[in-house]
């Protein structure tokens, strides 16, 4: 999570220098949470790689403000996949949660 743009263009890789995280605390883990994977299959030459969703839920003193989630493949030099951009800065307060949801059917990414 980030209240730092990404740019689809021009990024190829995470970096908490240039996105800056949330604060490792009140219910944000450093460095973010890992999903866990659902599938990861090739089917007729196309991969598809879907992904359990991952929830946040902020104790005292909360957590944010963020805008976007970015996903990066940390045992790949952290190469960044994609990125959800949420429209405007998300802060979450003591117990609220957030869910990002991934889409269990198509899948967070697809590659042909």
């Given at each position: 999570m980030t209240n730092t743009a990404p740019s689809a263009a021009t990024d190829t890789n995470w970096s908490a220098g240039i996105y800056p995280p949330p604060?490792?605390?009140?219910?944000?883990?450093?460095?973010?949470?890992t999903p866990t994977v659902t599938t990861a299959t090739t089917t007729g030459g196309v991969f598809k790689l879907a992904l359990q969703d991952l929830v946040f839920t902020a104790t005292s003193g909360g957590i944010g403000p963020f805008r976007y989630v970015i996903l990066y493949?940390?045992?790949?030099?952290?190469?960044?996949?994609?990125?959800?951009?949420?429209?405007?800065?998300?802060?979450?307060?003591?117990?609220?949660?957030f869910t990002t949801d991934f889409d269990d059917?198509?899948?967070?990414?697809?590659?042909s």
């Open positions: 604060a490792a605390a009140n219910g944000y883990p450093s460095g973010g949470a493949n940390a045992s790949a030099g952290n190469g960044l996949l994609g990125f959800y951009d949420y429209g405007s800065s998300v802060t979450l307060n003591a117990t609220d949660t059917t198509s899948g967070v990414l697809t590659v």
